[in-house]
């Protein structure tokens, strides 16, 4: 058998080679093998026991040659530090949208800091943004809501393993939230436009449903914004992420639903245009 590090080497080599990414190889190996970055690095010189190889082995075949998610093959995400459980029922946490929680613990400092508040996820997958915002912040009641019933059970399923306090309801955006109010609507609904190409890894892997986002992409966006101050208090955040392509045409449709209100565009970490806040007080 060879040693782990003759294991990773060849195999991030056969990943490189095949136009994948060698960082899924050192995540599947410290998977198989049940140990942390810093277990790996003292055991590079020993030999990997026959089985664990195997099992190694086929997780890189899945990845590279049946073109699976490395998330699905090992069964989890990390999302602001909590490792949410994926599968092909829900969208893959993706670091820009740790940027989206990041800013709404930040603007609610700003409007709210102290104050007890209700959120509202609308759409909220495998519950990354629910369930993050509720650990993090003990002032938050957090509800969230999702039209597929099987992103639901993951997403509870993560909010009982970190936890969050998150209360879930099954429908259509609003539908479920009959007559409640929150201070706090976040939302990072499917945002690519119907008929934009999409790759392989994402499009055979990935809920089509958690995706697209009708013709122009902006589909969610139009309903969430038409209905967003019949759910909400005088005072609230709206806060989205968005396609980079879109921050425009998105400010546009809130200024012709909402009236006074403060909009606040921002940045992801690659300079793109990803985040929007609409800000009443
Ligand atoms: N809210 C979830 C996330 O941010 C799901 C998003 C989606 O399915 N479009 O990952």
Redesign the pocket.
Known sequence: MPTYKEALNINEKYAIDNNKEDSAIKRLLLHFSNMESSDLILSLSEEMPTELYDNFLYGVDRYITQNIPVQHIIGYEY?FGYKFIVNSE?????FE?EE?VANVLEQYDNVFNGEPVKVV??????????VTLSAEEQLMDVTAT?ISET?LEVARANNENLGGRVKFFSGDLYEPLKDQKFDIL??????IPNDEYVEGLVKDNE?H???FGGKDGLDFYRKIIEGAESILNDKYIIAF?HAYDKAKELKKIINKNIKDVEIIQKKDMQGKDRMTFVIKK
């Open positions: 999302f829900v969208l893959i946490p993706r949208t989206l996820d609308i759409g909220t997958g495998s519950g990354c943004l629910a999702d992103a976040v939302s990072n609904p499917p945002y809920p449903v958690a995706l992420e």
